[in-house]
């Protein structure tokens, strides 16, 4: 049943130490950057982190890796530009990095939703990243297979929530929301505004409240116009 | 379509054109970051193509300036981007099916090294200590119905970058269709041998002294 | 909730006001189609409790009769139905996908029989000629938290349907958790045990000749 | 690139002998009625379908098998109060069946759209449908391996295309047809109507162009209100 709660604080006390948290955003685009923000403050250490990134500056992700909370990641390209406070850590031997090919990501994360205990893509076939994973050849083409990405916590964002947990999204701030907020045990989700049962039109739903545990409206800074 | 003559290697720019003329009208296609980019300022509205970006979204439009700019809406290389008329919107899943299910016609990728078996090396120098970052690459190389490679002939230190065998770790495994350099187009047949589909400012015989391998002429 | 004392065999709607007297509010529920489906007449709005179809809709109302018939609104038995207020529409894989990924906190179900160990036999009566039709049967009774089954405690031929074994083709291994049958609810404890929880116009003795392996007592 | 032909008959023209055919559509809720029609007409046989049933009644799909066109039929539900036509044709063994059951057959879809070799499910382990499938213990529970359905065509209904091929759907009008419209080499569609490209919203697409190849319009019986 759908908690709705008033700041971010509350929404990610539930978050323990040894968690599996998974974070939206792809870029700026969808990351739920005060819910991170919180996360820091709340304390919990010990974490993994499941994320399309490894951080960037200073801020959100970053600063939780540089705060040594995070004890390993799950990501698809953590090297960036100003992927510093990853860079160290990992250089100096204390995060662990499991890289996984985006769309391996994305259809793991996918998997742990919808019950698909491992599937086999191409995806990586021949490539270090494929090291040690089970091969077969199916359909003409040889394939790895992949194990699905559970979490106990989703921390991602969407644009509106209505009090049945139901969520749209904005663009392409879409992206891991979806995924991410099904595959966890507790989803949590920041958005801009809560509208009442009935307030969203069924058809355009992108996720429906069964997958949602948690919702905290945020005033965001105002998104550019379309 | 007729090819133009050239007399000089091309510039990025020029290399961008020849590729949007080699890309079928209608297509669905996904351009790689970086100087893949650049080939969707070729790309006419008679063309018809759509692109594709894999953060979600079909019918991408132009990169976004000034009050255009929405922090919603960005490509895989994380630049602003506009919509196009009869765009849509996915998640990441949806996406990357998209892609791994063999729908999109086209990818262009850059790449580090290709080798005569259309092995694709793009993502990783294979230092011992660089930090392996693959993103989207193994999806669009392996998932496009065909791969097309936009690079240099040879790497600044001028080592050549069509090899016998990547010795860099691979993004795929016989991926790559078509490999358009700013020397030479060139055309990856499947059985180990590498056609020669046309030159830029140079002849087959100076291409062939920058390529380790005998290479097939048109 | 205080339990009701009763002094007969329930009719399947009592029956049914029995089951949804267990369903924990602000559960997600699927109901199979036959008797199950008398459950949703004794769900309450305060239980707000929300129904999935596995034909692509969360937030299912009510059979909808004569103007409200829609033919693009129907449940899984085909029939025509209603919207709810916070309802949502979605294809098909990701409505099994919400089924078999754990989401629903239950979903009740009829059956031929039911063993010990909580394997459920209610797609196929094994009869050789006969044609295997299983539809989501397979999925709800392995997908969701807790299976329920809704049957009477013999067939109509007496046979008891609460065995040591299935002998009819399975649906599920291990799967359900409770039986509400018109003489009495059991509970599948996992390691072989059954505990009858109650009676109903009948004591456990009674109860106890209609099954062939030793029950617990509550 | 989609073409948007004037009838039926041109829509179903390409299906060949010997092809398989997805056909979308829960009850009569997204079935496709008007291409069935003409699937049935232009004469195409030795088919192997794809569809949740076996046909109901005397038209359309149970039409098609009383007429021998059908060798093969994969589905979830054959044996229905009114499927005398499969059912008979069964009985004589003049026409294959593969007994799916009904997640197994919408991932299965899912699978072939998404490039997916093959995946790992608990549905169905330890009965008659899982005889003969690897069986592995994946995250504790006892799965059974499952691989993609692919198809030459699909026939599917929807509500709106655009003239770039995106569609919309109605209520669970909606079932199969995303994920057979993405399955098959060839999809067809038909629609109530075609609107320009722009027309619709990109938040609320359903289905995006790219795995959209022929769409027709078709004056539907007009449909009850919500």
Same mark, same amino acid.
């Given at each position: 049943?759908?908690?709705?709660?008033?700041?971010?604080?509350?929404?990610?006390?539930?978050?323990?130490?040894?968690?599996?948290?998974?974070?939206?955003?792809?870029?700026?685009? /969808? &990351?739920?950057? @005060?819910?991170?923000?919180?996360?820091?403050?709340?304390?919990?250490?010990?974490?993994?982190?499941?994320?399309?990134?490894?951080?960037?500056?200073?801020?959100?992700?970053?600063?939780?890796?540089?705060?040594?909370? #995070?004890?390993?990641?799950?990501?698809?390209?953590?090297? &960036?530009?100003?992927?510093?406070?990853?860079?160290?850590?990992?250089?100096?031997?204390?995060?662990?990095?499991?890289?996984?090919?985006?769309?391996?990501? *994305?259809?793991?994360?996918?998997?742990?939703?919808?019950?698909?205990?491992?599937?086999? !893509?191409?995806?990586?076939?021949?490539?270090?990243?494929? @090291?040690?994973?089970?091969?077969?050849?199916?359909?003409?083409?040889?394939?790895?297979?992949?194990?699905?990405? !559970?979490?106990?916590?989703?921390?991602?964002?969407?644009?509106?929530?209505?009090?049945?947990?139901?969520?749209?999204?904005?663009?392409?701030?879409?992206?891991?929301?979806?995924?991410?907020?099904?595959?966890?045990?507790?989803?949590?989700? &920041?958005?801009?505004?809560? #509208?009442?049962?009935?307030?969203?039109?069924?058809?355009?739903?992108? !996720?429906? /409240?069964?997958?949602?545990? !948690? #919702?905290?409206?945020?005033?965001?800074? *105002?998104?550019?116009?379309? | %379509?007729?090819?133009?003559?050239?007399?000089?290697?091309?510039?990025?720019?020029?290399?961008?054109?020849?590729?949007?003329?080699?890309?079928?009208?209608?297509?669905?296609?996904?351009?790689?970051?970086?100087?893949?980019?650049?080939?969707?300022?070729?790309?006419?509205?008679?063309? $018809?193509?759509?692109?594709?970006?894999?953060?979600?979204?079909?019918?991408?439009?132009?990169?976004?300036?000034?009050?255009?700019?929405?922090?919603?809406?960005?490509?895989?290389? =994380?630049?602003?981007?506009?919509?196009?008329?009869?765009?849509?919107?996915?998640?990441?899943?949806?996406?990357?099916?998209?892609?791994?299910?063999?729908?999109?016609?086209?990818?262009?990728?850059?790449?580090?090294?290709?080798?005569?078996?259309?092995?694709?090396?793009?993502?990783?120098?294979? =230092?011992?200590?660089?930090?392996?970052?693959?993103?989207?690459? %193994?999806?669009?190389?392996?998932?496009? =119905?065909?791969?097309?490679?936009? %690079?240099?002939?040879?790497?600044?230190?001028?080592?050549?970058?069509?090899?016998?065998?990547?010795? %860099?770790?691979?993004? +795929?495994?016989?991926?790559?269709?078509?490999?358009?350099?700013?020397?030479?187009?060139?055309?990856?047949?499947? $059985? +180990?041998?590498?056609?020669?589909?046309?030159?830029?400012?140079?002849?087959?015989?100076?291409?062939?002294?920058?390529?380790?391998?005998?290479?097939?002429?048109?």
């Amino acid at each position: 049943m759908l908690n709705v709660v008033e700041c971010a604080a509350a929404a990610v006390a539930p978050i323990k130490n040894g968690s599996t948290v998974m974070i939206g955003g792809f870029g700026v685009a /969808g &990351q739920p950057v @005060e819910l991170i923000d919180a996360l820091i403050e709340e304390g919990a250490t010990d974490l993994t982190v499941v994320n399309n990134n490894a951080g960037n500056g200073d801020v959100g992700l970053a600063k939780l890796i540089s705060l040594g909370r #995070v004890r390993k990641i799950i990501c698809s390209f953590p090297r &960036q530009a100003d992927s510093h406070h990853f860079d160290a850590k990992y250089h100096a031997g204390e995060i662990e990095l499991e890289a996984v090919p985006q769309g391996n990501l *994305a259809e793991r994360i996918r998997a742990a939703g919808a019950g698909i205990g491992a599937f086999f !893509t191409p995806t990586g076939y021949g490539t270090p990243l494929a @090291e040690g994973k089970e091969v077969r050849e199916l359909g003409g083409k040889m394939q790895i297979l992949e194990l699905p990405i !559970t979490a106990d916590f989703s921390l991602t964002k969407a644009v509106t929530a209505d009090t049945a947990g139901n969520l749209v999204y904005r663009k392409t701030a879409r992206n891991f929301g979806p995924i991410m907020a099904a595959a966890a045990t507790h989803s949590i989700v &920041q958005v801009s505004n809560v #509208v009442q049962r009935g307030q969203l039109d069924p058809e355009v739903v992108v !996720t429906p /409240g069964i997958y949602v545990d !948690t #919702v905290v409206a945020i005033d965001s800074p *105002a998104v550019g116009q379309a | %379509m007729t090819r133009m003559t050239r007399d000089r290697a091309l510039s990025p720019e020029e290399l961008a054109e020849v590729v949007a003329a080699d890309i079928p009208a209608g297509a669905y296609v996904n351009l790689g970051i970086g100087q893949p980019t650049l080939v969707s300022n070729y790309l006419t509205p008679e063309d $018809d193509v759509t692109l594709h970006t894999e953060n979600g979204m079909l019918g991408m439009g132009a990169q976004a300036h000034g009050e255009e700019v929405d922090p919603d809406l960005i490509n895989a290389g =994380k630049i602003p981007v506009k919509e196009t008329e009869g765009c849509s919107y996915f998640h990441h899943a949806d996406s990357f099916a998209m892609m791994r299910g063999g729908h999109l016609d086209c990818c262009v990728l850059g790449a580090f090294q290709v080798d005569r078996n259309g092995n694709l090396a793009n993502w990783h120098t294979g =230092k011992p200590d660089a930090i392996p970052a693959v993103g989207g690459a %193994m999806d669009l190389a392996t998932g496009a =119905k065909q791969t097309f490679v936009m %690079m240099t002939l040879t790497a600044k230190n001028g080592q050549p970058k069509l090899v016998e065998e990547c010795t %860099m770790p691979l993004t +795929g495994v016989g991926c790559v269709s078509r490999i358009y350099t700013d020397q030479a187009v060139f055309l990856i047949e499947g $059985d +180990g041998s590498v056609v020669v589909r046309e030159t830029f400012g140079c002849d087959v015989e100076a291409v062939q002294e920058l390529v380790p391998f005998a290479l097939e002429r048109a």
